[in-house]
């Protein structure tokens, strides 16, 4: 088998133990991500092998035969991996206590939950290969983090103006805001919405800090945003409810990059608006664990680097 053929490390460990414990929620447990990162992975492996792996139901998932039978396999081979690695593990921490390495740190970060599980969970494993002596502690939350001096809370991820008072900030990326759907719905005229024009029969899901009207004017539409559509006051659960099929959604392409690759999202029309906010990282001046928080930043600032796509201008409908 050739490495391409692979799936990444954190994708068949995800997997083997949401079959292991039969559930996302005590994988996300174990591995100490979130729930939907964990749902994220084994969607992705499904997607590669072009087969279910659950049978997921309104109080659950449950594992198929074939996902027993698949996860076996890769119990043994992370098994062999685990036993590999093992000696070099042993003389790192021998090294370690020895006064050898760098000391051991943990970063509290606050961040929105949309955030954490679907642009920042599944590539934290990077940022630990590359310091291993800092751990990353996630706090998800809708609450902007006071960043005090007695605050748990080290450095926050927060999607706003970027004018807090008090703390520094530095913007970590743009983003990019369009219309997004299942290629399963169908508008009032049993259309598929491909088009801009599409919409007026369309049902258009609502999130308060995402406003339609921005681009609907882009898209010189003569529409207004329904009052009386369904609204979300988070962005997962708004687009879970695109996923199943139950209307458009203007969405962040930092947040609907894996399910529009895997086409479980389409856009509709080309019309893209940048968002009036943005994505920064803040942290308290002065922190003691500044050379932390500049490791992270480093970081950070690579991921963005690594996969945001060049952005093009609006064009019309």
Known sequence: MTRSRIPPLQTLRAFETAVRLQSFTRAADELALTQGAVSQQV???????????FTRERNGATPTPAAHALAL?????????ERAFEPMQKASARHLADGGGKRAV?????????????????????FHAAHPHIRIELHPSVQLAPLGKRDRIDVALRYGPGTWPGVSAEKLMNETVFPVVSPSYRNRDGVAPREAADLARSVLLRHPAQPWEPWLQAARLDLVEPRRAPQFTDAQALI??????????????????PELAAGELVRVSRVSIADVYAHYVVWRPGHPKEKAIEAWLGWLRGEVRRKTPRRRAASGP
């Open 106 to 126: 943990t970063l509290a970060v606050s961040v929105l939950p949309s955030f954490a599980e679907r642009w920042l969970a599944p590539r934290l494993a990077r």
């Open 43 to 53: 969607r992705a492996l499904e997607a590669r092998l072009g087969q279910a792996l």
């Open 240 to 257: 879970d409810a695109v996923l199943q099929g139950r209307g458009v959604a203007l969405a962040r392409r930092s947040l609907i990059a």
């Open 73 to 81: 396999q890769v119990r043994q081979g992370l098994s062999v991996l």
